[in-house]
């Protein structure tokens, strides 16, 4: 097997002949076929990228020689391949895909748990509205999917989130409810956050006579939600083995279970494990996630691109570039290899909205920018929302912007069309380098059929394994996150500090000034 420093080496010699997107599509009439994958209800179209077939087998042979087939081996047969933390990687198994026997009950048990739980709310009908608190993975996939589904599914009750420590927050959430009829489900793995902790204390207060009654919690860490004051059968569990980004297949959706009913979430389960089966098996030339990682790859190492963007051409979309940022960044946002060498580049800037806001925002950028960045265009091919002409117009739009970011615009072809409207030759020459459009900008186009549960399933667990095969790659660990823990530390103190008159001489300049003044306004 050729070793992967020659395969880069390789690599980085494809790009600097690889001939333009246009060339590619007239030497292969054909490409959209051949390029394109159909995995369940998603279809991925990559002939948009900068990728020929030399450079896509240069690319599926760098994947073998990382031993991407036994790390995958690995990560489904629940070896403990989060070796900083010490722990299996086992998220598959919340949607039925590997994991032990043990492991396999703990999964039915809590399924069964919160089916009951949900359906009883749902039944009883005395709540009205579930105010959902919790950050990052505690927070992000709820959320992700309480939007994306409120077209095809009209959710039992209201659902509102509160995250941020910011008092507008958990204000913003609670205004207007009222406590008898509310129930707060409490999200923390750890149970130790911050930000989740307080909100939580806030929600509880507000709940005055019913906190008893009307607060649950999920969370792996069962006697810090009980030494919060929590009664042990109002606490639903998970695992260490569920990393929190990865959490929301879990009871961290107990929210979406009641809201959208347990039926609803069981398809979204399938949506994912159906992608699942999918990674295991598909040879990795024909296998989505791989080529999705590998293509970034490409993009990130070869091509030099440093960011990665994601438009959803969906407005119940939108938070799916959020989402991705925890995904992506927080797996594969680390600066040394598994056995602590310096990495090489890794994860790209991740960042995104949705279609077609961002073509009046930030468009310009990506055509005449002089960065440019790849972008996974996401768009519903059936729409739940009554609206064929706005849906033509969305859909129209989306195709249009990968096929203009592709082809361009010539120079040579600005000035012929001036010409023609019978401009002269000088104010061409001063106009015709502004309306001149590079192309030959990457993109990845993915279709869902429609925006239903198990199609978001597909795509969500899509961008996982995606966020693994990079990993993989780049020879990290994508499943501890140590780069949070010195900003919480340091905000500890430094709340500390704003609270009292104390000595700020451990600080710099800049920070001691910030909190002086922060202390002064509190006081004022
Ligand atoms: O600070 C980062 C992080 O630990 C994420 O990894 C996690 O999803 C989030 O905070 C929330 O953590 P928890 O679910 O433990 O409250």
């Not at 690889?18 to 002939?47: C, I, N, Q, W």
């Not at 204000?171 to 149970?191: I, W």
């Not at 929190?244 to 979204?268: C, H």
């Not at 800037?349 to 990506?366: K, P, R, Y």
């Amino acid at each position: 097997m050729t070793d992967t420093k020659t395969l880069w080496d390789e690599l980085d010699n494809l790009a600097k002949i690889l001939p333009p997107l246009s060339t590619l599509f007239k030497a292969d009439p054909e490409r959209a076929t051949h390029m394109s994958f159909r995995v369940g209800r998603l279809y991925a179209d990559f002939s948009k990228q900068r990728i020929n077939p030399t450079v896509q087998n240069t690319l599926l042979k760098l994947a073998e020689a990382c031993e991407l087939e036994d790390w995958r081996a690995k990560f489904f047969s629940g070896e403990k391949i989060n070796t900083t933390e010490n722990r299996a990687v086992l998220h598959p198994a919340l949607r039925g895909t590997g994991g032990d026997k043990d492991v396999q009950k703990q999964v039915s048990d809590m399924r069964a748990r919160t089916r009951v739980f949900a359906d009883k709310i749902r039944n009883d009908g005395h709540y009205k509205t579930i105010v959902h608190i919790g950050i990052g993975g505690s927070d992000l996939g709820p959320r992700l999917v309480a939007d994306a589904l409120a077209a095809q599914t009209k959710p039992a009750l209201a659902l509102r989130f509160a995250e941020n420590v910011d008092g507008a927050s958990i204000n913003d959430a609670l205004d207007g409810l009222d406590p008898k009829t509310t129930l707060v489900v409490s999200v923390s793995k750890s149970f130790t956050t911050q930000e989740t902790r307080m909100n939580t204390q806030a929600a509880r207060d507000w709940l005055g006579e019913h906190a008893g009654t009307n607060i649950i919690t999920v969370t792996a860490n069962r006697a810090g939600a009980e030494d919060f004051g929590v009664s042990p059968d109002q606490i639903f569990d998970f695992w260490d083995w569920v990393g929190g980004r990865y959490s929301l297949w879990s009871a961290v959706s107990i929210s979406l279970q009641i809201a959208y009913g347990p039926d609803v979430f069981d398809q979204l389960l399938a949506g994912a494990a159906e992608m699942d089966a999918h990674f295991k098996d598909a040879p990795l030339e024909k296998n989505l996630p791989v080529m999705l990682a590998m293509t970034g790859i490409w993009n990130c190492n070869v091509l030099g691109y440093p960011s990665q963007a994601v438009i959803a051409y969906a407005r119940r979309l939108r938070k799916f570039s959020s989402f991705l940022q925890q995904l992506e960044m927080e797996s594969n946002g680390k600066g040394v290899t598994r056995s602590g060498q310096p990495a090489g580049v890794t994860c790209p800037i991740v960042w995104g909205d949705e279609g077609t806001n961002s073509q009046h925002a930030f468009f310009q950028h990506l055509h005449q920018g002089t960065q440019g960045a790849p972008i996974d265009f996401i768009a519903v091919l059936n729409s739940a929302e009554g609206r064929p002409d706005h849906h033509s117009a969305l859909l129209a739009n989306c195709f249009a912007q990968s096929e203009a970011l592709m082809v361009g615009k010539s120079e040579a072809k600005v000035r012929e069309e001036l010409n023609a409207s019978g401009m002269d030759a000088e104010a061409i020459d001063l106009i015709a380098p502004h309306k001149t459009f590079p192309g030959n900008r990457p993109s990845t186009t993915i279709l869902l059929d429609r925006l239903d549960a198990h199609a978001l399933g597909n795509l969500i667990a899509l961008y996982e394994h995606k966020a693994f095969v990079q990993s993989v790659i780049w020879d990290i660990n994508a499943f501890d996150q140590w780069g949070v823990e010195l900003g919480k530390v340091l905000a500890s103190q430094i709340l500390s500090e704003l609270e009292t008159d104390a000595s700020l001489d451990a600080h710099d300049s800049s920070t001691a000034t910030l909190i002086r003044l922060a202390r002064r306004a509190a006081k004022s």
